[in-house]
């Protein structure tokens, strides 16, 4: 009985389970921004393509083309056949993809990779997200989404500080990195397996959706349409600023690498706070915070006239864009009945992807028309507005509550 109660008191770290799950989580960030650093050197490999300018900024958010629309139909296959043949599936067909930019011959070729590594991070990210809502409840399950934010950072800062390492050396080195996957097989082979499933009986599906929120379709499709935004502003980050570093005079592999590292050392760090901070604001609060940080952040890129304010910035961003993620994927699995995880996980991700594939298509024209200092303005307006909607709304429940 005490070993059982030990178990059940461990640090959800320690669970190979939750080992595992979090290193599927640091793959979604390799995904896209990894080859950010090399985008400069790969415009000029394939400066012959009349396309290249375009086609290059579109290789970091290509995958979330493929993610925006396969993501639900993976959520209904996790849910019918399984979360753990769609995880490792996901992992082989992630190494794969990803290093394929290592020889392909040209950038629409690379482009259609990119599409590829997309379906594979909608397998991952899809059946990760159900498989949190499986094996963890309560405070673990709070934990286990900020950690999850804190993996895709530390992870994002390894990967994007070799990738900017390798860029340096050859534009086409950083897709070797995605090769790191299949060291991750083996643990996830081992400890993911699949929940016993819920009997179908009328009787087990009463009580699944009295499990869930009786608005949770209406409150889920505010999430995914909240999460879209905050990914398309946040992915300005990985798809410019490459290119905002180089129109200040800089080097721009070696100090994209090093200003996405700040921006993910930042992000691992404070997401390792939010149970803490979450318990301390409610929701509300924690996007208050998250979107005003943010807002900061931006806003110290308008007036980025030394190296320290732009790291100070990157740490702004990082820090707020991982204190406000965790809440959605938490919110969505105490939202959703469970035998509606798998699609729901799935639309959430589609958001995010959204967001990210968007956020290049609307930003450049932007750059383009108006410059960088009139966008990074602009944008942190829009948080800043965002930041008094959530207190608002913080306000307005602390209110009713008092009332009753």
Known sequence: MQSIQNAMERPVWMDGRA????????????????????LPGLERLFAADPNAAMLTRLL????????????????????????????????????????????????PTIFASRLVLGVAVALIMTAQTALVGDYFTGEKRSAM??????????????????????????????FAIYGLAMVFLPLMWMVIVDPPRRS????????????????WVLLLSLLVLLQAVTNMIFFVMPTQMSFFLEA??????VMTGAI????????????????????????AGIFL?????????????????????????????????????????????????????GVSGGILTASIFIGQFVSPLLVTPLIAGHGYEALFSGIALLLAAMAIAAGAVGGAAIARSGRR
């Open 248 to 253: 200040k005079g800089y080097d721009g592999a």
């Open 145 to 174: 989404t900020g950690l999850q934010i804190s993996a895709r950072n530390f992870g994002g800062l390894v990967f994007i500080s070799l990738a900017g390492w390798a860029a340096a050396m050859s534009p086409r080195w950083p």
């Open 19 to 38: 080992v595992a799950l979090l290193l599927a989580a640091s793959l979604t960030t390799m995904a896209n921004a990894t080859i950010s650093p090399a």
């Open 200 to 215: 179908q009986a009328a009787g087990a599906k009463a009580v699944d959706e009295a499990e869930a929120h009786p608005s």
């Open 260 to 283: 996405l590292g700040t921006l993910m050392l930042a992000g691992g760090s404070f997401a390792l706070l939010y149970p803490k901070v979450q318990r301390a604001t409610g929701y």
């Open 289 to 341: 915070l998250g979107y005003a940080a943010m807002a900061l952040g931006f806003l110290l890129l308008v007036f980025a006239g030394t190296t320290p304010i732009l790291f100070a910035a990157a740490a702004a961003i990082g820090a707020g864009y991982a204190l406000v993620s965790p809440s959605f994927v938490a919110l969505t699995l105490n939202l959703a009945p469970l035998r509606r995880r």
């Open 60 to 107: 970091v958010p290509a995958p979330s083309l493929s993610v925006a629309l396969f993501a639900p139909f993976a959520g209904i296959a996790a849910d019918r056949f399984g979360r753990r043949l769609l995880l490792l599936v996901g992992v082989i067909l992630f190494a794969v993809s990803g290093c394929a930019g290592l020889f392909l011959p040209d950038l």
